[in-house]
């Protein structure tokens, strides 16, 4: 079985990505037909030839190639040696028609990505959806241990948010402090514990249930876990954030360790890293108000949990209400008993609440051109970030990270979802292809407008040699990219 859902997920990407492909070169040749300009093949995929098909009387051949991962459109005046025999008027070249009707056969194919795009969004808004409204937001079992001690769907529990930085796995954590006051039965009463949530490892909506996020931290003085702070924002959320051994001379942070700005605030604790603040990440009015040590507070110690110390505990989650200001202050705290065998625990009863959300035509269609507009401004920001910040290349992928990232998204969040992320994708081939590089769309539509405004042709050995070498610095770039992909899917992710 595993198998063959295997085979259907490769079958599945292939045919998205082929169709994206076939979809961009679609737009060339319509546009070019559109124009009379002769067009000798229609390829999709590239190297060794399937199967071509070429009508009677018809003057382009249709090929399926070996290679899935690419296509083109082969126009008279791109170089290429017409068949024998056959003679065709300057005036049916690419570069013999006027420079206006070539721009719009150049531009044709990132325009058809536009519209597929922006027709797979919409299909995408038009299918229910589940989604986590608040991250503390619960669903509760009937007769469970969270049920009897009072909670119910739809309730939304406290959670402190911690930011901590696990300088062994070298990742980023957001830890969910839940309970300050926990305990364990017939445990060490000296030992203070907490209850914290973890959803770094939340990948699914199919697994819900919050005893697989739970975790127990022993409790113990902030100044021996490293640098604590406490940062208050404008809107009065207050996030903390634990810093290990800040830039290894235990020094507190001061205005200048710290830089503000739309984006959010970032704390440097070692020369090579630093920990983001999420919460501001995507809140461009939100600023920060102060910054406070935190150090005769006990706190979570997050380098090891104390899962394998309780076989049952006592904790307390307490309700957030609003109250008749319409502000979520703390309401009423309810205890209840969980437990724990060899290192799990058991279900108590408490699972992420997900709320179905159905958009009619009217709606999916508005948010579709919305969806397009924030991928598009995504997409420029991230492309502008590979130039201005060189550690982004790291996040980068090919088409094996594609493969991976889709098949995830496939698997655990529906085909809503994948289809969201192949509109991403047909954006991200759109911009991609109008960048002004060699080998590109961009490159030849930049080439036509000096053309146009100097009224002299550039030589074609110059174009082609230019070309030439744009196209190797690209393939020379996928391969390494390729590389990169390949061991950190194949010798990282599945270790």
């Not at 979809?23 to 229609?42: I, M, P, Q, R, S």
């Not at 899962?307 to 319409?326: P, S």
Request: charged share 20%; with cysteine.
């Amino acid at each position: 079985m595993q198998i063959l859902e295997t085979i259907l997920y490769i079958v599945l990407f292939i045919v998205f990505l082929s169709t994206l492909i076939i979809v961009h070169e679609l737009g060339h040749l319509a546009a070019a037909k559109a124009f009379n300009v002769y067009c000798l093949e229609y390829s999709v995929g590239m190297g060794p030839l399937i199967f071509k098909y070429k009508r009677k009387g018809g003057e382009t051949q249709f090929s399926l190639r070996g290679i899935p991962f690419g296509g083109y459109v082969s126009m008279y005046g791109e170089g290429i040696q017409l068949p024998d025999g056959v003679e065709v008027p300057e005036s049916r070249s690419l570069h013999g028609i006027k420079w206006w009707k070539r721009a719009i056969i150049l531009v044709a194919g990132v325009t058809m990505n536009a519209f597929l795009a922006i027709t797979m969004f919409f299909i995408s808004n038009c299918i229910p959806q589940q989604d986590i409204t608040f991250i503390n937001q619960v669903a509760v079992k009937g007769n469970s241990e969270a049920y009897n001690a009072g909670l119910r769907s739809e309730d939304i529990i406290k959670f402190d948010e911690w930011y901590f930085y696990d300088d062994v796995s070298n990742i980023q954590r957001t830890y969910y402090l839940a309970d300050s006051q926990t305990t364990f039965k017939n445990a060490d009463a000296t030992k203070k514990y907490a209850t914290c949530y973890n959803f770094s490892s939340l990948s699914s909506y199919k697994h819900l249930d919050l005893s697989e996020f739970t975790y127990m931290y022993e409790m113990i003085p902030a100044h021996n876990m490293g640098e604590a702070y406490e940062v208050t924002y404008s809107d009065g959320n207050v996030v903390r954030f634990l810093v290990k051994d800040f830039n290894h001379r235990g020094q507190e942070l001061t205005e200048n360790d710290y830089r503000k700005s739309s984006n959010g605030v970032w704390f440097i604790f070692n020369v090579d890293t630093h920990i983001t603040d999420i919460y501001t990440a995507n809140k461009e009015d939100v600023s920060v108000v102060s910054v406070k040590r935190v150090e005769d507070e006990y706190i979570p110690s997050f380098y090891s949990y104390s899962n394998d110390d309780f076989d049952e505990a006592t904790i307390h989650l307490t309700k957030r209400v609003k109250n008749n200001e319409g502000k979520r202050v703390d309401g009423e705290t309810v205890t209840l008993t969980i437990k724990q065998k060899q290192g799990t625990i058991s279900s108590y009863g408490l699972s992420l609440y997900l709320k179905t959300t159905q958009l009619n035509a009217g709606e999916a269609f508005v948010k579709s051109f919305k969806d397009f507009g924030e991928s598009s401004v995504v997409l420029v920001k991230a492309i502008g970030t590979l130039f201005t910040k060189p550690s982004t290349w790291k996040d980068t992928g090919g088409i094996i990270a594609v493969a991976f990232e889709t098949t995830g998204v496939l698997q655990n969040f529906g085909f809503a979802k994948f289809l969201y992320v192949w509109a991403f994708i047909s954006v991200n081939l759109a911009i991609f292809n109008l960048l002004p590089f060699p080998g590109l769309d961009g490159w030849q539509l930049l080439v036509t407008f000096i053309e146009a405004g100097t009224r002299k042709k550039i030589p074609d050995k110059v174009k082609n040699i230019v070309s030439l070498i744009g196209l190797g610095l690209l393939l020379l770039l996928m391969g390494v990219i390729l590389v990169k992909d390949v061991f950190t899917y194949f010798f990282v992710v599945m270790l």
